[in-house]
């Protein structure tokens, strides 16, 4: 089983940044691809970004593309989401998850999640 923890949220205005982490234990870490969701007030989770295990091959919704940066430290068995140009819709709370790549979808594990609030 692996074990993931999030943080790096925050409260900021339109158009700041924010870098978000996720520390995994537990399993071998460089095995998987990583990937970043994230779920607002009301809405179904939803896929922003992923990484594949090496992180050669990047994956990311529309919504944030050219926005949002993420990338992993193998070493570290750390990933991370570079936010810029955040708006009042990034609102939500952000989670990391394992990915499938073919599908971009998680496997299953998933942490407690980051809150992001970005304000006008």
């Known amino acids: 089983q692996v074990q993931l923890v999030e943080s790096g949220g925050g409260s900021v205005q339109a158009g700041g940044s924010l870098r978000l982490s996720c520390a995994a234990s537990?399993?071998?870490?460089?095995?998987?691809?990583m990937g970043w969701f994230r779920q607002a007030p009301g809405k179904e989770r939803e896929f922003v970004a992923a990484?594949?295990?090496?992180?050669?091959?990047?994956h990311y919704a529309d919504s944030v593309k050219g926005r949002f940066t993420i990338s992993r430290d193998n070493a570290k068995n750390t990933v991370y989401l570079q936010m810029n140009t955040l708006k009042p819709e990034d609102t939500a709370v952000y989670y990391c998850?394992?990915?499938?790549?073919?599908?971009?979808?998680?496997?299953?594990?998933w942490g407690q999640g980051t809150q992001v609030t970005v304000s006008e």
């Open positions: 998850t394992l990915v499938v790549w073919a599908t971009m979808t998680s496997v299953g594990s």
């Open positions: 990484v594949s295990w090496s992180g050669e091959d990047t």
């Open positions: 537990g399993r071998a870490f460089t095995n998987y691809a």
